[in-house]
């Protein structure tokens, strides 16, 4: 069976409502993140998720994903728990932002990870073609374990091009006899941070950055105890590009198979 294109209508998170069309962006962080002249990119492969061939064409935006909204938010989650979320992060994570230095403890990293998991829940409700599940949205929500697995991998970048934008490739595939996986990664610049966000709905699969001079330069969060931020390497505009196309790549070489 193929995925179907989501009809979805409450909130992502606890399918109530009203809704309320917000910024994806608090207003902390929208007073530090740059506008941008870089579009928002999102990619689908067709080969395998016969929906996408409808919109196999790259969406573009300008502006980056500062002035990126969402309407599939009720109002009680927004002004409750992650209004919460947004003052318990806000300190923790602008000096990533902002490209200043700061000791990240292990409570500080599990909480970006959790603020970067709602994030990419809030980005990817805006597609047609949701790449995740929505039990792993439930997941987030509840703070329950999660189906599937989620990496986030951070890194510093000072290029303007990736000031507030996001490239994003997803695909799926469905092997005999077994559940329809799918796979996507997020590639996202906010000021002067670089996340790169990989999912995968089965657990059972570790999807690895493809280029392995990269693994060591990216911090994958999870594998920390704790993060002396900014790393020494800065990424340059082509190192993001590459990055961001790195599923692509990978799913182009066979990747899984
Ligand atoms: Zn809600």
């Known amino acids: 069976m193929s995925k179907k294109v989501s009809k979805q209508t409450g909130c992502i998170f606890c399918n109530g409502g009203p809704l309320s069309k917000e910024h994806i962006w608090a207003k902390w962080a929208h007073q530090i993140i740059p506008s941008?002249?870089?579009?928002?990119?999102?990619?689908?492969?067709?080969?395998?998720?016969?929906?996408?061939?409808?919109?196999?064409?790259?969406?573009?935006?300008?502006?980056?994903?500062k002035n990126i909204t969402t309407g599939r938010i009720c109002m009680k989650c927004n002004s409750g728990w992650m209004s919460r979320l947004e003052n318990e992060i806000k300190n923790t994570f602008s000096p990533l932002i902002q490209g200043h230095p700061v000791k990240l403890e292990r409570h500080d990293l599990s909480k970006i990870f959790r603020y970067v998991c709602v994030k990419?829940?809030?980005?990817?409700?805006?597609?047609?073609?949701?790449?995740l599940d929505k039990n792993f949205v439930q997941a987030i929500y509840s703070e329950t374990d999660a189906p599937g697995r989620?990496?986030?991998?951070?890194?510093?970048?000072?290029?303007?091009?990736?000031?507030?934008?996001?490239?994003?490739?997803?695909?799926?595939?469905?092997?005999?006899?077994d559940e329809r996986i799918t796979i996507a990664s997020y590639t996202w610049?906010?000021?002067?941070?670089?996340?790169?966000?990989?999912?995968?709905?089965?657990k059972k699969i570790e999807v690895e950055v493809c280029h392995p001079g990269l693994i060591n330069i990216l911090a994958q969060i999870t594998s920390k105890k704790e993060l002396n931020w900014?790393?020494?390497?800065?990424?340059?505009?082509?190192?993001?590009?590459?990055?961001?196309?790195?599923?692509?790549i990978l799913h182009r070489a066979g990747f899984p198979v």
């Open 120 to 131: 990419v829940c809030v980005i990817d409700s805006r597609d047609k073609l949701p790449a």
């Open 150 to 177: 989620i990496q986030i991998y951070l890194s510093k970048t000072e290029t303007s091009d990736w000031g507030s934008g996001l490239k994003s490739y997803s695909t799926g595939y469905k092997p005999a006899s």
């Open 230 to 248: 900014p790393p020494s390497y800065v990424f340059t505009a082509n190192d993001a590009d590459y990055v961001a196309q790195s599923l692509a």
């Open 189 to 202: 610049g906010l000021g002067k941070l670089l996340i790169h966000i990989l999912y995968c709905s089965s």
């Open 36 to 65: 941008s002249p870089f579009s928002t990119i999102k990619s689908v492969s067709g080969d395998i998720i016969s929906e996408a061939k409808k919109i196999n064409k790259d969406q573009r935006r300008q502006g980056g994903t």
